[in-house]
């Protein structure tokens, strides 16, 4: 089993859309959830993180872990064109209080389209 | 807004060749990192860095690889004798450590031949 699956899409929806994008993980010892986007030949844009359990809201984007199910989830309401990209989950399993030591897991990315 | 920089943005050579890859990170981070990326697969970590040593490595990142800190803005990454394998975009994050989000640079694309 991948320590870190996501549905490598494409996922297809129309502008204005509600996108739901979900990875599931199967090391139970990862604290730290992270969101990036990714465009074509870029480097990955950090999007959104938390800590453990619960939810994140930042402007469009909402963040979800849900550490019973080894579920985490983005939702991006009022989808744009502009939104179009790969959206990678990424977790590592260190507290924030170690050194140093924060190799990131990342998923294989899910690529979005949003059509205008 | 800062950001961490790479140059080059795209580097090419030859099997068996040395390349150093550079990059500054985010002026303010203590924390250091090389990812990569072959063509159509997900960022694999390589390398941390912190208070001026190694603090984790993955398989990826044998003797062949090297990284240093050489003044107090640049980290580079140095792979000594180029591999066909080791052509993918090569990514430099920082983090400034109280919390584990890491910022990561447009990255380098390394192409072996």
């Known amino acids: 089993q991948k320590e870190v699956e996501q549905d490598p899409g494409p996922l297809s929806v129309p502008e204005g859309a509600i996108v739901s994008l979900n990875c599931t993980y199967s090391?139970?010892?990862?604290?730290?959830f992270m969101w990036y986007r990714q465009y074509s030949r870029k480097g990955p844009e950090l999007l959104m993180y938390?800590?453990?359990?619960g939810n994140k809201e930042d402007g469009r984007f909402t963040a979800q872990v849900d550490k019973s199910s080894k579920y985490i989830s983005l939702f991006i309401r009022d989808s744009q064109p502009s939104d179009s990209a790969t959206y990678l989950c990424a977790m590592s399993p260190r507290p924030f209080m170690d050194t140093g030591r924060r190799a990131l897991t990342f998923g294989s990315g899910t690529r979005l389209q949003v059509q205008p | 807004e800062p950001e961490v920089t790479q140059t080059p943005s795209h580097q090419v050579t030859q099997m068996g060749q040395e390349v150093i890859l550079r990059c500054v990170p985010i002026s303010n981070h203590l924390y250091f990192y090389w990812y990569r990326q072959i063509l159509g697969q997900k960022v694999e970590f390589l390398v941390s860095?912190?208070?001026?040593?190694?603090?984790?490595k993955s398989e990826i990142f044998d003797d062949q690889f090297s990284v240093e800190r050489p003044d107090g803005s640049n980290f580079t990454l140095k792979i000594r004798s180029t591999k066909l394998e080791d052509s993918a975009m090569y990514f430099c994050a920082s983090g400034e450590g109280a919390t584990d989000t890491q910022y990561f640079g447009p990255g380098t694309r390394l192409t072996v031949l």
């Open positions: 090391n139970s010892a990862f604290q730290y």
């Open positions: 860095f912190y208070n001026n040593e190694i603090s984790e």
């Open positions: 938390t800590y453990s359990s």
